[in-house]
């Protein structure tokens, strides 16, 4: 079954709830949905054996000339980093943009091919046209008509 709290909410009941940091009425109310919320009792369990773990562990103590070796590799990056064009773009990028230039290169020198001429349409032969549609439904009416009446 999924819990009916959305996942921001459940987050900081957790947390809160694990590091008791909430105020009393809303543990309250938290404990009586963990009664009855399986996978938020999962959440609890893991998140205090977690934190369990945390208490536990401790940290290396760094070597001792750890300073002296994180300036000396930022050094060195700095003194050979790329430019930051190349770093952007790098050299794959030369192919293809060259590929693109030539073909605009060829697009633009070359001659452009005479377009046919279309001859416009007299004026009198689309009225002719137009009538002879309007005929053709006419036509078309009259004899859908007695077809009607039959029925």
């Given at each position: 079954?999924?819990?009916?709290?959305?996942?921001?909410?459940?987050?900081?009941?957790?947390?809160?709830?694990?590091?008791?940091?909430?105020?009393?009425?809303?543990?309250?109310?938290?404990?009586?949905?963990?009664?009855?919320?399986?996978?938020?009792?999962?959440?609890?369990?893991?998140?205090?054996?977690?934190?369990?773990?945390?208490?536990?562990?401790?940290?290396?103590?760094?070597?001792?000339?750890?300073?002296?070796?994180?300036?000396?590799?930022?050094?060195?990056?700095?003194?050979?980093?790329?430019?930051?064009?190349?770093?952007?773009?790098?050299?794959?990028?030369?192919?293809?943009?060259?590929?693109?230039?030539?073909?605009?290169?060829?697009?633009?020198?070359?001659?452009?091919?005479?377009?046919?001429?279309?001859?416009a349409i007299p004026t009198e032969q689309i009225e002719k046209v137009e009538q002879a549609l309007?005929?053709?439904?006419?036509?078309?009416?009259?004899?859908?008509?007695?077809?009607?009446?039959?029925?």
């Amino acid at each position: 079954m999924n819990c009916v709290l959305n996942q921001e909410e459940q987050e900081e009941l957790l947390l809160g709830y694990t590091c008791a940091h909430l105020d009393a009425d809303t543990a309250r109310t938290y404990e009586r949905h963990l009664k009855s919320c399986p996978q938020c009792q999962k959440l609890v369990e893991l998140q205090l054996m977690l934190n369990s773990t945390f208490e536990d562990w401790t940290a290396p103590d760094p070597s001792p000339n750890f300073d002296a070796k994180l300036f000396a590799q930022i050094r060195a990056e700095q003194v050979n980093a790329t430019p930051w064009w190349q770093a952007l773009f790098g050299w794959k990028l030369l192919v293809p943009a060259a590929l693109a230039a030539t073909l605009l290169i060829v697009f633009l020198v070359r001659k452009p091919e005479p377009t046919a001429v279309v001859e416009a349409i007299p004026t009198e032969q689309i009225e002719k046209v137009e009538q002879a549609l309007e005929d053709f439904e006419a036509l078309h009416a009259i004899s859908e008509a007695p077809a009607k009446e039959a029925l």
